[in-house]
């Protein structure tokens, strides 16, 4: 079954730098777009990133864009978040999550939880 | 920009009545809408896209309908299973976002 796997959260400090990865299995990772959406406690729903699925065109949320990079690697099947210059406002569960055949997500991984604190 | 207004923000009603949940665009959008329900410590989950079409293993009871910029996410009898947010979701097509509504919480009254 498809499965999609997130790492790299935790706590860092104002100005700091962080990696999220996304692992996925069950599905031909290079065929698909995957992006990152992320949910500040309490609050909704925020796409932050998406990667086409071969790669070379990467699209950002205003919040976020020149701080935060997307990337892949289809030999590993494992999607990425570099993350820079974070703010207390990038608090959030970050989800990567898989396009589907239109401009929905079909598939969420569980979430990791970024916290931005001194 | 493109804005998803969802109303009402929450909905308060007991199992097995009917919930209708409402999406509007600020802007003419296609069809590609789709509808995700997050239950508390958990993923969102796909429930419909293309405004109407149900996703694989999402019971019947689950419908969407609309075009344009008004759309409806229709749970035709609350399970208890049901109560949850849930949230409408559109691509705008150029430069490409992702946008999300604010949220419904369906809640037990």
């Known amino acids: 079954q498809i499965q999609l796997v997130e790492s790299g959260g935790g706590v860092v400090q104002p100005g700091g730098s962080l990696r999220l990865s996304c692992a996925a299995s069950?599905?031909?990772?290079?065929?698909?777009?995957m992006a990152w959406v992320r949910q500040a406690p309490g609050k909704g729903l925020e796409w932050v990133a998406f990667?086409?699925?071969?790669?070379?065109?990467?699209y950002f949320a205003d919040s976020v864009k020149g701080r935060f990079t997307i990337t892949r690697d289809n030999s590993k099947d494992t999607l990425y978040l570099q993350m820079s210059s974070l703010r207390p406002e990038d608090t959030a569960v970050y989800y990567c999550a898989k396009e589907g055949v239109t401009d929905y997500f079909d598939r969420w991984g569980q979430g990791t939880l970024v916290t931005v604190s001194s | 920009e493109l804005v998803l207004t969802q109303s009402p923000a929450t909905l308060s009603l007991s199992p097995g009545e009917k919930a209708t949940l409402s999406c509007r665009a600020s802007q003419s959008v296609s069809s590609y809408l789709a509808w995700y329900q997050q239950k508390p410590g958990q993923a969102p989950r796909l429930l419909i896209y293309d405004a109407s079409t149900r996703a694989a293993g999402i019971p019947a009871r689950f419908s969407g309908s609309g075009s344009g910029t008004d759309f409806t996410l229709t749970i035709s009898s609350l399970e208890p299973e049901d109560f949850a947010v849930y949230y409408c979701q559109q691509r705008r097509s150029w430069p490409p976002t992702w946008t999300f509504g604010q949220g419904t919480k369906v809640e037990i009254k």
């Open positions: 990667i086409r699925y071969d790669g070379p065109n990467q």
């Open positions: 069950g599905f031909t990772f290079s065929k698909y777009g």
